[in-house]
């Protein structure tokens, strides 16, 4: 009688079919594709690989012209590259071994683990409780074992949960209590039309309930805004077919199986989405948010603002509109998984198509600067959404994710450090909001009126008073190397209310590739505001641009493509006080009475880049008027003060739109330039610029959140102008006739009485 064999014995992996060819070899056939092998030994060795044979019996079994050697010699290199294995049962349905063969895990241990451990089921929600049943049944049919509270000695494995909304405010406590126990849990909503799955949630590692919750909110401004009014969470009714449920619930319990299984893969810290109408699939990126106050460590935004802002050396790397640390094409590898329309900080980044390709302009969302309740998304203004623009689509596509990143940044989220108190119990570290904000005293007399009939951006704020506390928030001087105190609702949209006395604009806020290209790009936009702003309200007429004289192929493109339009492009010098070159780039339609002028501005250290910066500009504000026919239709804006300029503002009645004609046009020789090769030296050139020719501070605050990484700095200079209606006594009246554009101050009742509408 023979021995039961206790050893088990070598097979080919149940994914694979081995088939003999004579003369050419094994063919090792698998859904993935066929492997081949030559030489007479493994094709003899074949019909042996059975699963009834060690080692030592396929050696001693083996035809005698392959020696024991050379059959040892065959076998480990199949072991080695992972085609044989040891069988030790075939109780089990031989598909399931061979799926986990197939992705690298051996089939006969996974089978063990996942027959061995148990799973939960909970659900939240009316109608995911109705749905419990169902997932029970499947997580069975998939060879699970369910976990039976008060009965099993062990705990679950695994928990999957259930829900009707991912912002059921009852997740947090689950998510609290399996985090408290260290179980995993899977979460699923499969009463929509898309089922969603996943995460599964790691105690300790990725990301807790609450960082998701935070990603999906943020894609939802305008239910977040209207469930925080109502006081609870707003979801949709639910909607999907009975087949499609049945999908989700299968594609749960696979999930959880992969997971007993032990198969580890980045999309089990993703949120999976199936289109049940296109079968289509998406994997939407989660990632923990390290300031998390439930995972991570809630002070870390508050250390990063109360940390001295330090340059560092940042080697520049040009891009065409600006001269970066990190090209366009790298900074859309590094942070183009913040874009997503389920979890990203980025719904999408989409071409605004009301123009012709060449403007290169890109929307990106919502921008809170406009309205922080998100719903400005029923708007079209010129400013409704967060937009980008370049020379290419690329740098177009990166500039429009900067400025969402941007805006997001500035939200007041909670975990900002501020100081409580009056300006009078402050004033040896605060800065006077009035040095900032820049109203005439006149300004407030009529603030009612004016504010009923002018768009937030001009909004007239109440006059501050010194008395009363509000929070403030520490920003670094760089001039004076220490902290001084702003107001929290200057610097932070939505921050707690303060009575109307603040108004927090994106004046100065840039997104960069580092902490000091964000520096640079902020204080160059308060440098062009500021230009703008001398010259709007002044309505000083300012000297040309000699456009061939830049020799810039980029600029002749754009200058033929407005010509195709019925447009004629031109560019004005604005170039102030601190010599940092300063354009302005106008465009008009030639073709008709009505001309619907456009603007646009830039700003920057190489004059070359401001011309580019403000062409671009220009482009973006183009596509609302740029289907405009004669006969004056096909506006797609809707904002009053914009559709009022486009049919009524020509360079007949707007004088100061056209060049100087005493002064020759300038060119690059007028502006002449020295690259540096480091952001920090320009970061150090700013500092000594803002201290010896303003009198003023360099300011500077950290917004970088640290779940986002992409840098963002708020730069503020107390004394320049935004290009709004701010009529304060200084730099408004003084500088233009100290530049020798006016012989006199403008009085405050002859200034520009149109408000800049960008």
Request: charge should be negative.
């Amino acid at each position: 009688m023979d021995t039961p064999r206790t050893t088990p014995g070598l097979t080919f992996k149940r994914h694979l079919t081995a088939e003999v060819l004579p003369g050419e070899g094994v063919f090792l056939v698998s859904e993935r594709g066929v492997t081949v092998l030559r030489g007479a030994g493994s094709a003899a060795l074949v019909p042996l690989l059975d699963g009834t044979r060690t080692l030592d019996q396929l050696a001693a079994d083996a035809p005698e012209d392959i020696p024991p050697g050379q059959v040892r010699q065959v076998v480990g290199r199949l072991l080695e590259s992972g085609l044989l294995t040891h069988r030790t049962s075939d109780a089990r349905d031989p598909s399931d071994e061979a799926f986990w063969d197939l992705v690298g895990l051996d089939g006969p241990e996974v089978v063990h683990r996942t027959t061995s451990g148990t799973v939960s089921v909970a659900a939240l929600g009316a109608h995911a409780v109705g749905t419990v049943p169902g997932m029970t049944t499947a997580l069975t049919d998939a060879g699970l074992q369910l976990h039976r509270q008060g009965e099993d000695d062990t705990d679950p494995v695994l928990t999957v949960v259930l829900c009707d909304t991912y912002l059921d405010p009852g997740l947090s406590a689950l998510d609290a209590a399996h985090r408290a126990t260290g179980t995993p849990w899977l979460l699923a909503r499969l009463v929509g039309q898309q089922p969603w799955i996943g995460p599964v949630f790691r105690p300790g590692e990725g990301p807790c309930w609450h960082c998701v919750a935070e990603s999906l909110r943020r894609n939802r401004p305008a239910e977040t805004y209207l469930g925080k009014a109502l006081g609870r969470p707003v979801s949709s009714p639910p909607s999907g077919l009975t087949a499609g449920r049945s999908v989700g619930l299968h594609l749960t319990a696979l999930e959880a199986v992969k997971w007993l299984a032990g198969q580890r893969h980045p999309g089990q810290s993703a949120l999976w989405t199936m289109d049940t109408l296109t079968l289509a699939g998406q994997h939407h990126p989660l990632r923990r948010r390290p300031q998390c106050p439930s995972c991570g460590d809630p002070d870390l935004a508050s250390r990063q603002v109360l940390a001295p802002f330090i340059p560092t050396s940042r080697p520049k790397t040009g891009t065409g509109t600006g001269e970066r640390a990190v090209s366009a094409e790298r900074m859309l590898a590094r942070h183009g998984h913040l874009i997503d329309h389920l979890t990203g900080l980025v719904r999408e980044i989409r071409r605004d198509h009301r123009g012709p390709e060449f403007l290169n302009c890109f929307h990106s969302g919502h921008n809170p600067a406009g309205d922080p309740s998100g719903l400005a998304l029923v708007r079209a203004g010129l400013r409704s959404h967060s937009s980008g623009k370049g020379t290419t689509e690329t740098q177009a596509r990166v500039s429009a994710l900067c400025e969402a990143v941007e805006r997001h940044s500035g939200y007041f989220q909670g975990d900002e450090p501020t100081v409580r108190g009056s300006y009078r119990e402050l004033a040896d570290r605060a800065v006077h909001p009035d040095s900032l904000q820049l109203y005439h005293p006149r300004q407030y007399a009529d603030r009612a009126e004016w504010n009923a009939n002018h768009s937030p951006a001009h909004h007239v704020c109440a006059p501050f008073d010194e008395t009363e506390p509000v929070d403030w928030t520490p920003m670094w001087s760089l001039t004076g190397e220490r902290h001084r105190l702003v107001p929290t609702a200057l610097l932070y949209y939505n921050a707690p209310p303060s009575g109307d006395r603040f108004l927090a604009t994106s004046n100065g806020s840039a997104a960069g590739s580092s902490r000091e290209d964000a520096l640079v790009q902020g204080f160059l936009e308060l440098v062009e505001r500021d230009a703008v702003a001398l010259w709007w309200y002044n309505r000083t007429r300012q000297p040309g641009v000699d456009l061939d004289a830049f020799e810039d192929e980029w600029i002749s493109r754009v200058r033929r493509g407005h010509r195709e339009l019925g447009r004629r492009l031109w560019v004005l010098d604005l170039t102030g006080d601190l010599n940092i070159p300063v354009f302005a780039a106008l465009s008009r339609r030639v073709d008709k009475p009505v001309q619907d002028i456009t603007l646009g501005f830039g700003a920057h250290l190489d004059p070359r880049i401001a011309l580019r910066r403000a062409v671009a500009e220009l482009n973006q504000m183009l596509p609302p008027v740029a289907g405009v026919d004669a006969d004056g239709t096909g506006y797609s804006c809707d904002d009053p003060a914009v559709l009022d300029w486009w049919h009524t503002a020509t360079v007949e009645n707007q004088a100061y739109l056209l060049p100087d004609p005493i002064p020759p046009a300038r060119t690059p020789a007028d502006h002449p330039y020295t690259p540096r090769h480091d952001l920090a030296e320009d970061v150090a050139d700013i500092g000594a610029l803002v201290g010896n020719v303003l009198d003023s501070e360099l300011l500077v605050l950290d917004q970088t959140r640290p779940d986002v990484g992409l840098p963002v700095v708020k730069v503020v200079v107390p004394g320049l102008r935004p290009f709004w209606t701010r009529f304060g006594p200084g730099r408004l009246y003084d500088v233009p006739v100290r530049l020798g554009r006016r012989s006199t101050p403008v009085r405050y009742e002859d200034l520009n009485p149109i408000p800049l509408f960008l």
